[in-house]
């Protein structure tokens, strides 16, 4: 399952944040008893995202005199703010020729981090990062039926499947004698469907996961201590019940994504990622039935809240994915891939209100919004959101299977339903790396 791209030396690694909250709770105690460091004692524990670690700010010395004022305040207030400068005002201050950033959002005695604007006078220069551009790709020889030749991939197969099912909510049965849907198990057959079609075609393909199983070393009943730390961070009771209930969302969603993202960041170092998943509409989890809505759509990351931009964690995230221009990668790719996306599948759009989602560049299937695997995974990531699994229809074609050729659903015949996912990805990528190469 595991390999990389590029080898790179150890301190070209991806910028890593400090330890955990609980690890910092214990850092801060110890303080508390050392009479020597008052002014830690007055500090309260930062104000981080759950089971994020503290940022170590001195990872953006390498992006210094590397973006301009225009290009900085533009991707904050066109994709990342998402009602610009009321998200971030005393966040982040943008100044004449620097952006002052507050590195710890409950106490500015921290200091603010001092972010120096290129000038016209610096000649203009590629921010540090692990992923290429196409156009930083060998060219491709004319008519090459290998067009993703070296393109480096990763595919991120979302939830988990197998036993682990039932610590999310991503599976149901609807009807009798039917096949439990599993969203965790039917997005590694699309993954497993697309590392063979996109390495025929010359990508190197490595999937965070390749069966039915955690990544993250952590389990429920080992996370109760962060659980109770979180909690405590955010002004609630650690009830028993809501330590149970934080400690099975670290497990399945924080702490398995996380792991996730040390693969991709730390050991694959891909050119892009692909995130896949299965939409489903809301419906009572206790007695699921069929609904009518049924649609797609594609994500990109951005659309940061006032309440996500606090977390210093987060705030340090969204600075990294800025100074490295990943926004304009994600938009082409995107909507390279949403065309034959949209011909596949004939499903329409789905919209946000523009509350946790908005609409970026006039493509009616893209929005962008931030999800914890699009933020941390520090490349560029397509987020992938289409069919609504308990509709009847697609249900019927979950049912099916993976069966080869075509058949008849509401009078018209269809690929498989994974290949038809696939088909999709595949032909936008094809499009997208032929028009760069
Ligand atoms: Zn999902």
Known sequence: MKGSCQILPQEDRHPRCGPRLVAAIILGLTAAFDSSLTAEVEAPNPYIARLGRIPDWS????????????????????????????????????????????????HPAAGWYDLRFQTESLISSTPKRFWRKPTEMDDLPPNSTRPLEGVCIAIDPGHIGGKWVTWDDRHFTIGQDTIEVREGEMVLAVANILKRDLSLLGAVVLLTRDGNYPVTTDRVDTLGEEARAYLISRNKVPSSGAIASTAKAMFAISSEIRARSDLINDEFKPDLALCLHFNASPMNMRRPSFQSPNHLHLLINGCYSRGEIQEDDTRFEMLLRILQRVYYEEVELSDAITR????????????????????INGNDILWARNLLANRVFMCP???????????????????????????????????????????????GLVNYFRARR
């Open 340 to 359: 034959p996306m949209k011909s596949e599948t004939r499903l329409p759009s789905f919209s946000y209100d523009g509350t946790n989602g908005m609409s």
């Open 381 to 427: 990531v397509v987020f992938f959101e289409p069919y609504c699994m308990n509709h009847r229809e697609v249900h019927a074609r979950l049912q099916a299977g993976e069966y080869s050729g075509l058949r008849e659903f509401n009078g018209v015949y269809r690929k498989n339903i994974y290949q038809e996912y696939a088909d999709g990805i595949t032909a």
């Open 59 to 106: 990872a953006l010395d390498d992006y210094q005199n590397t973006i301009t004022r225009e290009e900085f305040t533009y991707l904050l207030n066109h994709c990342y703010a998402r009602n610009g400068e009321e998200e971030y005002h005393d966040l982040i201050r943008i100044d004449r020729d620097r952006a002052l950033i507050l590195k710890q959002s409950n």
